[in-house]
T-cell receptor, first 112, second 112 residues
């Protein structure tokens, strides 16, 4: 089944404790991206990747890192999480040249 | 500046009555337009999209949307609401460089 998976789905952590949210897609998509969704603000792009080893900042990259060592994986790293990073995070992927994105189920993060 | 506005943060309708979720965009280009649906604890699912073909677009679950260039609108409608339609609906605009602009979302509430 073609899909985008994220893990974990739910995470509670404390300020400053490094964490990684994984994202994987099995559709051989070149483009992957991370969004955060906050009430009243809609989805905001954090980082995106056009292909392996090619990443770039989105609209709200501060406090986040990403890597794209393999085509299928695009982990989101929070080196030192803070409470303002409490949010719902979505990973998405699409084929290059296509507009339709496919989304993961979301990761709900609470930073205490 | 390019933007997308969902005029209602919440819409409440009775089961069996019509649904109207409004979306307006600002653009000097001809964009592609999407509606995504997000059910609780689930990821974003593409409902329908407009990409410069027919202005009336039919999507899944009985939803449809009409692209009106003169009004810069892409409102989502359904003739008869069902309880399972309760979800958040997000309007998205895509421009020629594949940049996506996300609406803030509209929560659809269905009353029995």
């Amino acid at each position: 089944e073609a899909q985008v998976t994220q893990n974990p789905r739910y995470l509670i952590t404390v300020t400053g404790k490094k964490l990684t949210v994984t994202c994987s897609q099995n559709m051989n998509h070149e483009y992957m991206s991370w969004y955060r969704q906050d009430p009243g603000l809609g989805l905001r792009q954090i980082y995106y990747s056009m292909n392996v080893e090619v990443t770039d900042k989105g609209d709200v990259p501060e406090g986040y890192k990403v890597s794209r060592k393999e085509k299928r994986n695009f982990p989101l790293i929070l080196e030192s999480p803070s409470p303002n990073q409490t949010s719902l995070y979505f990973c998405a992927s699409r084929l290059a040249g296509q507009e339709t994105q496919y989304f993961g189920p979301g990761t709900r993060l609470l930073v205490l | 500046a390019q933007s997308v506005t969902q005029l209602d943060s919440h819409v409440s309708v009775s089961e069996g009555t019509p649904v109207l979720l409004r979306c307006n965009y600002s653009s000097s280009y001809s964009p592609s337009l999407f509606w995504y649906v997000q059910h609780p604890n689930k990821g974003l699912q593409l409902l329908l999209k407009y990409t410069s073909a027919a202005t009336l677009v039919k999507g899944i679950n009985g939803f449809e949307a009409e692209f009106k260039k003169s009004e810069t609108s892409f409102h989502l409608t359904k003739p008869s609401a069902h309880m399972s339609d309760a979800a958040e609906y997000v309007c998205v605009v895509s421009y020629s460089n594949y940049q996506l602009i996300w609406g803030a979302g509209t929560k659809l509430i269905i009353k029995p």
